[in-house]
């Protein structure tokens, strides 16, 4: 079983950043694909971005060029960059962890969750 947390949500005005933290602990494989999902009350979870195994990035259009993904392996942490932000970005943020890279726009798919992180931008 996988455990994942996250933190550094919080609120910021439009053109700001925030740097989003998921801790993993329990059997977390650096084989795992990992990414981060975000979804607002009354829609769908939505994909935002994925990493790898072995560090190959993706990320959804509305957020290409301005969020980065990261991972360290080592330390067993998931990193979220998001720079100029924006208010359709305000959403509750989720870590996710897949051992098959089922890290996509099928979230049902996912193994592993965190409880999520709130993000809020205004304007």
């Known amino acids: 079983q996988v455990q994942l947390v996250e933190s550094g949500g919080g609120s910021v005005q439009a053109g700001g950043s925030l740097r989003l933290s998921c801790e993993a602990s329990g059997s977390l494989s650096s084989r795992h694909a990992m990414g981060w999902y975000r979804q607002v009350p009354g829609r769908e979870r939505e994909w935002v971005t994925a990493?790898?195994?072995?560090?190959?990035?993706h990320y959804a259009d509305s957020v290409k060029g301005r969020f980065t993904i990261s991972r360290d392996n080592a330390k067993n942490t998931l990193q979220l960059q998001m720079n100029d932000l924006k208010p359709e970005d305000t959403a509750k943020y989720y870590c996710?962890?897949?051992?098959?890279?089922?890290?996509?726009?099928?979230?049902?798919?996912?193994?592993?969750w965190g409880q999520g992180t709130r993000v809020t931008v205004s304007s």
């Open positions: 990493i790898s195994s072995s560090g190959i990035t």
């Open positions: 996710a962890a897949d051992p098959f890279g089922r890290v996509s726009e099928r979230y049902e798919l996912v193994a592993y």
